[in-house]
């Protein structure tokens, strides 16, 4: 035990020593870990951020939304789902505890009093906040009573409630919607951005059938539904299963495409994982990179070194120092090294991420394993690249090498 810490002291105290050399490893070491930390941060940030939108999306439902990008491609209609195919899913499948159709009413004109703003308007039914796992933190949710009676009221995002009320209680307050009073009966609570850059707050709710007849002007179409599920395990099974239905109602002949799309949680987290896909492509590429070279740098210093420490491995030989010891220390040094460095890159990896997460709002989530690829990887290129440094030094005769 005394042997190993006696060299390790010598590792270190060469470490000191050459200060140009281990500045130069350290800092080659600490990019290309900077970027592989930021890569496993960004990873797991992305399926961390996927399974919180999936929880807020619902991991019983599924989102069948109007028309395709097949059936537009060939110039099919985009509405294709109506109030009908909605009865019919709630009829046809027993198991969906809840099946919402809902219409949108983009950059639609809203005022109240002086204050004026464009928002999103969206139709839907009774009981939005549960259908959507969205509570109302003010007021209430809309009823039954306000979609058959096609009553105006309404509930606001907490973005449209800045951008109308200031500091003003909403609820019970009439606002304009396209020149109709409508009064606020509700807020919803925050929700934020979505991954694709949309503020889900900026919007309204409203009955489905006062959006259609009195903003729309439409009686059969929707824009999409969702159907949520009593047993979540099955919702692959269900979403198959409702396809097929959909395709039977609108006499799709087989091999043409749908004129519908199904989005269901599998897919929410496929496409925001595929969201950070080209950034870790890049960042993995020249962390790679950044480490392939900075293992270079390392060894070609490193063999410099032994040349200039010919006669210094020559006495530690000739006082009793095995081959063994002189290797050992060696690695030892570039392991020093390269941990300080992969220290250093775990560092520029979190600041490097508070950038990323500024300008392209990415999300980002740290844990022990961006920590310890970090840490596995520094001794990896300490090692690897510093063998053969090591060997040749060992490998020196004792009387040469004091000789030169």
Known sequence: MNRFMNILGQSLQAVRAFKLRTTFCLVS???GIGSITIIVAATEGAYKKAFDIVALFGPDSVLVLSGSDEARAIGQRDKTLT?????GVEEAFPQAY???????APNTNIVYRQNKHQTFVVGSTADYSRGWTWPVVQGSDLTEEDVRGGRNVALLGVQVVRNLFVDEDPVGKYILVKGIPVQVVGVLTERGMTPTGANMDDRIVMPITTVMRKLLNERRYVSVFRVRFTDQSRVGEYQEALRLFLRQRHNIPDGAPDD????????????????TGSLVLFLGLV??????VAGFVLANLFLLSVKERTREIGVRRAVGASRGDIRFQFLGEAVVITTLGGLAGFLIGVLGS???????ELPIHFSWKAFAAGVVLSWLVGIGFGLKPATTASNLNPIEAIRG
């Open 83 to 87: 109030l009908d195919d909605v009865k």
């Open 98 to 104: 809840m099946v919402i159709p809902m219409l949108a």
């Open 260 to 275: 519908f799309r199904i989005i269901s949680p599998k897919e929410v987290i496929l496409f925001l994982v595929a969201l």
């Open 29 to 31: 070491v600490a990019l």
């Open 287 to 292: 962390g790679c990179i950044s480490l392939v």
């Open 354 to 360: 508070r950038v990323l997460t500024y300008v392209a």
